[in-house]
Nanobody, 120 residues
Framework: QVQLVESGGGLVQAGGSLRLSCTAS????????MGWYRQAPGKQRELVAA???????SYADSVKGRFTISRDNAKNTVYLQMNSLKPDDTAVYSC??????????????WGQGTQVTVSS
């Protein structure tokens, strides 16, 4: 089993910054792609940013130039630096990880989510 624990959410004014962290623990042989998703009230969950274990990154158009995803493989941790936050960024942000526990299969895990609220 693998657990993903997020931290760093909170309330911030428009234009401000937050840094989210997500640490994976448990039976991990290889931590493959990791990503951040978000879901706002009444909206579908969307992919915000993703990073492979080779550090290739991708972003939703709405956050390009404002958000940066990175990872520390030694700590099994992925980060999301969010700058120039807008009220539209308000959502529950969840971490996702693709994990190979060393048994020849890959499993997908989710964190519990962390609330980000941006006030105008």
């Amino acid at each position: 089993q693998v657990q993903l624990v997020e931290s760093g959410g909170g309330l911030v004014q428009a234009g401000g910054s937050l840094r989210l962290s997500c640490t994976a623990s448990g039976t991990i042989f290889t931590l493959n792609a990791m990503g951040w998703y978000r879901q706002a009230p009444g909206k579908q969950r969307e992919l915000v940013a993703a990073i492979t274990n080779g550090d290739s990154t991708s972003y939703a158009d709405s956050v390009k130039g404002r958000f940066t995803i990175s990872r520390d493989n030694a700590k099994n941790t992925v980060y999301l630096q969010m700058n120039s936050l807008k009220p539209d960024d308000t959502a529950v942000y969840s971490c996702n990880a693709d994990v190979d526990p060393g048994v020849g299969r890959r499993y997908n895990y989710w964190g519990q989510g962390t609330q980000v609220t941006v006030s105008s």
